[in-house]
């Protein structure tokens, strides 16, 4: 098992250029989800899926755009880069491990690099 | 807005000490309640998980939570210099998979 992919591991970006970092997980997870972290800071959910075809916002979407079209796969679409988006983006999945009572252990992907100039 | 509070540190504890790292956060709601590890320039590994109040023991670590207090804290035993880290908080809100609150850490450091 590879877990959770993401690339690229690095990338700079030009202010208003668009990509797309890539996720892939091979559990077999229902849930994936995409957070950002800034340095010295925790992390801030941008966007999960809590299965193909279903994603919804987190806490800070705005300037990001996701879809999960399989299971395994759920890219996250930078669209006009800012510098205010220059962070690490962690993907991450998970799955139930106690039904009703919340807990859902995340597994998360290496991390791509992000730096907008 | 649901929020998770940590000391950022650095908390600076001698090798083969006991280092208490503690967490607050402000949704009642919150069920469940996840330690992970972060080392410079890593993604974050699960420690622990706890979401009945009281202790929680694995191996070197415990988990304590007190909802009442809304406080949730976790004890490392026979600190090691490799538990240098940054340890996040995180909570689990409604109990459903939208996602965890994350604090913004406490940087351990286990002085040799």
């Known amino acids: 098992n590879a877990g959770v992919t993401q690339t690229p591991k690095f990338r700079i970006l030009k202010i208003g250029q668009s990509m797309t970092l890539q996720c892939t997980q091979d559990?077999?997870?229902?849930?994936m989800y995409w957070y950002r972290q800034d340095p010295g800071m925790g992390l801030k959910l941008i966007y999960y899926?809590?299965?193909?075809?279903?994603?919804d916002k987190g806490e800070v979407p705005n300037g990001y755009n996701v879809s999960r079209s399989t299971t395994e796969d759920f890219p996250l679409r930078l669209e006009l880069a800012a510098p205010s988006q220059t962070s690490v983006y962690f993907c991450?999945?998970?799955?139930?491990?106690?039904?009703?009572?919340?807990?859902?252990?995340?597994?998360f992907g290496p991390g791509t690099r992000l730096t907008v100039t | 807005q649901k929020e998770v509070e940590q000391n950022s540190g650095p908390l600076s504890v001698p090798e083969g000490a006991i280092a208490s790292l503690n967490c607050t956060y402000s949704?009642?709601?919150?069920?469940?309640f996840f330690w992970y590890r972060q080392y410079s320039g890593k993604s974050p590994e699960l420690i622990m998980f706890?979401?009945?109040?009281g202790d929680k023991e694995d191996g070197r670590f415990t988990a304590q939570l007190n909802k009442a207090s809304q406080y949730v804290s976790l004890l490392i035993r026979d600190s090691q210099p490799s538990d240098s880290a940054t340890y996040l908080c995180?909570?689990?809100?409604?109990?459903?998979?939208?996602?965890?609150?994350f604090g913004k850490g406490t940087h351990l450091i286990i002085q040799p």
């Open positions: 949704d009642r709601g919150s069920q469940s």
């Open positions: 995180a909570a689990n809100s409604g109990g459903g998979a939208d996602g965890l609150t």
């Open positions: 706890i979401y009945s109040n």
């Open positions: 559990m077999n997870h229902n849930y």
């Open positions: 899926s809590v299965g193909a075809g279903i994603t």
């Open positions: 991450a999945s998970s799955y139930s491990m106690k039904p009703g009572q919340g807990l859902y252990e995340q597994y």
